[in-house]
């Protein structure tokens, strides 16, 4: 991999660029550094918060950032749901999820009666066992479509992984038999579509801390990766893997000039 020719940087957010509520100051330096020079985007599969959310944290660690750079499940699942003409649905999601559907969709209504057509579920942070109890049940009905923001099994934190959605997906599992039809999050390449479509793979990269992800991500979507180890992986995990990353960093802050690495 040449960095020097990569025009587009997608940077995952937790576990690299902060964790938690702390920034990851070499990466968040390196931005900055680039901000000007490179195209940027921000890549995350929480969807517990929208993109204004994120946008508000980014620009508390010192980076400012509009929304159009910031990638979330939520925009092709509500892509997804528009072109299917889905506008009942019942979501499994805390308020700031839900707000951002209502902006996005004016039209949506969220019920959980007969013309109910599809079931979301992303990462709520609100849960309760009420909503568990009501998808549940509109699951048992074959026509109702269920699907999933994104995978992830835990998400991090500064106190340790809490459970994510891919756990809730298990639960529903067992309890209804069912499996997401679509999964819109990373490693989906739906995710990235829009940049796909602006810029060659080769003038792309993906910096991430999460091989099940980030790195099936870039694979899936023929551009290179770059993991760093400020989150989930670790440099043990790297002799296992059938194909390793570009380069392996501990955080972006690594690179105070661009090598050329091949």
């Given at each position: 991999m040449d960095i020097l020719k990569k025009t587009c940087f997608v940077f995952d957010l937790d576990g690299t660029v902060y964790l938690g509520d702390t920034p990851i100051q070499g990466t968040i330096d390196f931005i900055k550094r680039n901000q000007e020079k490179k195209e940027i985007y921000f890549l995350t599969n929480n969807t517990s918060k929208n993109l204004a959310d994120y946008v508000k944290k980014l620009a508390g660690f010192g980076l400012d950032v509009g929304?159009?750079?910031?990638?979330?499940?939520?925009?092709?699942?509500?892509?997804?749901l528009k072109h299917q003409g889905i506008k009942y649905l019942y979501p499994v999601g805390n308020t700031s999820c839900q707000s951002f559907l209502r902006e996005r969709m004016p039209n949506v209504v969220f019920t959980a009666d007969a013309n109910c057509q599809a079931v979301v579920l992303a990462y709520d942070t609100e849960l309760t066992y009420e909503k568990l109890a009501t998808s549940c049940l509109?699951?048992?009905?074959?026509?109702?479509?269920?699907?999933?923001?994104?995978?992830?099994?835990?998400?991090?934190?500064?106190?340790?992984?809490?459970?994510?959605?891919?756990?809730?997906?298990?639960?529903?599992e067992a309890a209804t038999g069912r499996l997401p039809e679509l999964v819109?999050?990373?490693?989906?390449?739906?995710?990235?579509?829009?940049?796909?479509?602006?810029?060659?793979?080769?003038?792309?990269?993906?910096?991430?801390?999460?091989?099940?992800?980030?790195?099936?991500?870039?694979?899936?979507?023929?551009?290179?990766?770059?993991?760093?180890?400020?989150?989930?992986?670790?440099?043990?995990?790297?002799?296992?893997?059938?194909?390793?990353?570009?380069?392996?960093?501990?955080?972006?802050?690594?690179?105070?000039?661009?090598?050329?690495?091949?």
């Open positions: 929304q159009g750079r910031i990638l979330s499940p939520l925009l092709p699942l509500i892509d997804y509109l699951l048992q009905r074959p026509e109702v479509h269920f699907f999933s923001t994104h995978p992830d099994l835990v998400c991090p934190s500064g106190q340790g992984p809490l459970p994510d959605t891919g756990s809730f997906v298990k639960l529903y819109f999050g990373k490693p989906n390449t739906l995710i990235l579509a829009p940049l796909l479509e602006r810029f060659r793979q080769d003038d792309m990269v993906m910096v991430g801390d999460r091989l099940s992800t980030d790195k099936v991500l870039a694979e899936n979507a023929g551009i290179d990766f770059i993991l760093v180890l400020s989150g989930e992986a670790k440099r043990e995990d790297l002799p296992a893997l059938a194909r390793q990353p570009a380069l392996v960093l501990d955080d972006m802050g690594s690179l105070t000039r661009y090598p050329t690495q091949t």
